[in-house]
């Protein structure tokens, strides 16, 4: 009955999105790329929160919560005033640019050079961290959700081997042979599905423990297990309270605002009015994420007494336990969704930096717009495969899947959030300033982490690096400036009228947040 679910929900989804996008141009970059700038605010908040919710987030960080409790929640409520900042700041700028892409715009600031340093460290990065984090968290919950090592007759890890290459060759057809409106409509469905699918997890869970009562179950975890609900986290844990300040701030605008695989939706909106609609939808949504990806880790710690040797294994686990059979096929498939949609999103990103950043500008600047989405397509391919290797790698990983990819991602998330936030808000700031803060950047904070291992977060180190790079192109503005200012031109692809709700609604979400940390502290 499961599986009959699981496979039959799969189709569906794969049929309304072929029927979506039949009609779409995909012979040139726009189309292909961003959707032919067509998407709405609805289909837009639909795929960032996909993309964002997938099973290295919804595995990850429930099994911190059931080793630490609700303090990681900070990762998903500051996302939502992210994604404000976001709606107000940058998006106007990036639509009236009229970007594909943001190494695009950071030519235009800086130079081909930044471009062509800041798209080698997308791709680095989700080559080394994104796409193979997303395949590993997603066939490790697949696997334990269905018993598939069992059923196969291997071991945990060769099982792992088998679901990884099979969501990634599937995540690769959909993603390199659809292009963005294909991921994009996908993401939308199963969006309603994960958040139907990701409530009734802690609904039937809190029912469990509760002995069938929700307010009962909510008792039982709070008197067992009070300091998981204190949100201030200490020095050593994995969100100390003041890094909500430093690196927690680096992180969310790093991903919410610059990250080409999420951004990338935003810059396929018909104008920006549907842009704004769609982030601040998304940002809503995303203040109720810790009911979905924080509690059932804390519910899990009650099942299984804290007895589990992998706290990655907390959510599959809980999954199993509460979930009635005849809803195990159809949540298994939507999470099946959700992993996808991370996939496909890295790696069609990936497929637009090669095409539009690399191809055209290094390989074959005389290249079609057929030409250049062939070989983007070639590329995803190579890039899905060495993802799919380095995915099965993970198993086990020290610190859980979700540190592990925060942690590596910091190495391009500080210099990149810098650059773009001072070519933006600056008009002298030189080419050279930037590549030197990259270098300086990726250089430093991996030298820190891995080598000197100072004995603080991480997150710290991101926030006092944030400002150091900051600093450091401040200082050569000022000896080598630009000769003449940067002026952005508006290229009239898309009406940039705001949303004339957009700053009230931003406001309300801000307080919101507050509110939240005030109540749990």
Known sequence: ?????????????????????????????????????????????????????????????????????????????????????????????????????????????????????????????????????????????????????????????SALWVTVWG?????????????????????????????????LIPIFGLLYVGDGSLTAGMDVLTTNFPEKFDILGGPDSSVPFWTLFTGMVIVNFYY??????????????????????????????????????????????????????????????????????????????????????????????????FGLDFYKEYINKEASEKQIVKAGKIFGIFLAIISMIIAPLLFGVEGGIFNYLQELNGSYSVPILAIILVGYLTKRIPGIAANIGIVFAVVTYLVTLYIVKPDISFLHVMGVLFVLVVMLMFIIGKFWPRETEYVEVYTEQVDITPWKFAKPVGFVICSIVVGMYVYFS
């Not at 842009?275 to 899990?300: N, R, Y």
């Open 167 to 199: 969501i990634g060759i599937i995540g690769s057809i959909y993603a390199i042979f659809g292009g963005l409106k294909a991921v994009a409509v996908s993401d939308s469905i199963n969006a309603v599905g994960l958040i139907i699918g990701g409530s």
């Open 256 to 353: 919410w605002g610059t990250n080409q695989a999420i951004i990338q939706r935003a810059l396929g909106a018909k104008n920006l009015r549907e842009g704004q609609i769609g982030l601040s939808l998304a940002a809503f949504v995303k203040i109720l994420g810790p009911f979905i990806v924080v509690l059932p880790g804390i519910i899990a710690y009650q099942i299984f007494n804290g007895e589990l040797t992998n706290a990655d294994q907390a959510y599959p686990m809980v999954v199993k336990k509460v979930l009635p059979t005849a809803f195990i096929g159809f949540f298994a498939a939507v999470l099946f969704g959700a992993i996808l949609s991370s996939f496909n999103s890295a790696l069609n990103s990936s497929v637009t930096l």
């Open 1 to 157: 009955m499961g599986i009959a679910t699981f496979i039959g929900f799969t189709l569906l989804v794969a049929i309304i999105a072929y029927l979506s996008t039949r009609k779409t141009d995909e012979t040139s970059s726009d189309g292909y790329f961003l959707g032919g700038r067509s998407l709405t605010g609805p289909v837009i908040a639909g795929s960032l929160l996909l993309t964002n919710l997938s099973t290295e987030q919804i595995v990850g960080m429930n099994g911190i919560a059931y080793s630490e409790g609700i303090l990681i929640m900070a990762y998903e409520v500051l996302a939502a005033i992210a994604m404000v900042f976001t709606a107000l700041v940058l998006l106007p700028r990036y639509l009236k640019g009229g970007i594909a892409t943001i190494p695009q715009f950071l030519e235009k600031r800086y130079g081909k050079s930044t471009k062509t340093l800041v798209s080698l460290l997308f791709l680095g990065g989700y080559a080394i961290s994104m796409l193979p984090t997303v395949l590993y968290s997603g066939a490790l919950a697949i696997n334990t959700m269905f018993d598939l090592p069992e059923a196969m007759g291997m071991g945990e890890e």
